[in-house]
């Protein structure tokens, strides 16, 4: 006795509107996902190489704007040349706020609160996206089981009203609607796993901006970058005319101290 094959194909044609409702709905969730999935990934890489970049031709230049020199791509694009921009920004705009006789806040905080606004921005663009995964690996399951249930009811109410309730008769159109449970189960699978994947990877990235920005800080500020952090960048180049007298003086007198 031959098995009869049983497949999509067999059940899109004896679906109702339902059932493809739901089949469409599964499939738009699965082309939403995984170009989330394909962008979100190669925007990690490009951090990632971005970040190389920060650590590597950054640092060795010999001022802070031959550094942001050294980084491809526009201020926009790239986080580590938004975080060194924002850097001198906000050093000159202490520089002119105490010029002008205003007492603005010390210049290591105004220059931390100016980076992490700016990490901050970052990390909600970094985050754009993320959503769509995790509605999908939550809610696809549960949208395919949904199909399942419907098309085992109108199976069996086919086969009532046929008036044979065999064996043969029922396997068949209740093994093909659990093809729904099997196509939920596998648009939520790669949404999940991506997810959390990416949010580790979001993680990553954020992590090494922080680094560069405390790194970023400490330049500016005390003049170097602290040694474990590798070579050294020097700030007058660029900061001494932004920075005031007390500063400039702080730095000259560092390396005799050491």
């Known amino acids: 006795m031959a098995i009869p094959q049983i497949g999509f194909d067999t059940l899109w044609a004896q679906a109702d509107g339902v059932i493809k409702g ?8 699965s082309v939403a996902s995984w170009y989330v999935i394909v962008t979100k990934a190669f925007s990690n890489w490009r951090l990632r ?3 190389d970049q920060a650590t590597g031709a950054f640092w060795k230049a010999g001022s802070l704007r031959d550094g942001v020199a050294a980084l491809d791509g526009d201020v926009r694009g790239n986080p580590f040349v938004e975080l060194a921009h924002t850097s001198l920004d906000a050093t000159l705009q202490h520089h002119q706020a105490t010029a002008a006789g205003r007492t603005p806040p010390v210049l290591s905080d105004w220059l931390t609160r ?10 909600v663009r970094m985050q754009s996206g993320m959503p769509v995964l995790a509605t999908v690996g939550s809610s696809a399951p549960f949208i395919g089981l949904f199909g ?3 098309g085992i009811y109108h199976a069996l109410m086919t086969i009532g009203a046929s008036g044979q309730a065999s064996i043969g008769e029922v396997a068949g159109p209740v093994g093909e609607t659990l093809v729904m ?13 991506a997810y959390n994947a990416l949010l580790r990877a979001n993680k990553t990235s954020v992590a090494a901006m922080s680094a560069f920005t405390y ?7 005390v003049g170097q970058r ?3 952090g590798g070579g050294r960048i020097d700030a007058g180049a660029d900061t001494t005319t932004l920075a ?4 400039a003086r702080r730095r000259e007198a560092m390396p005799e101290a050491a």
């Open 244 to 247: 005031t007298a007390k500063d």
């Open 181 to 193: 449970t099997a196509l939920g189960l596998a648009v939520a699978i790669p949404a999940s796993l």
């Open 22 to 29: 739901v089949a469409l709905m599964l499939f738009v969730m």
């Open 114 to 123: 100016a980076l992490r606004e700016r990490i901050a921005r970052r990390q």
């Open 49 to 51: 190489r971005m970040a």
């Open 215 to 221: 790194e970023l800080h400490d330049m500016i500020v």
């Open 226 to 228: 602290l040694p474990e």
């Open 148 to 150: 399942t249930v419907w």
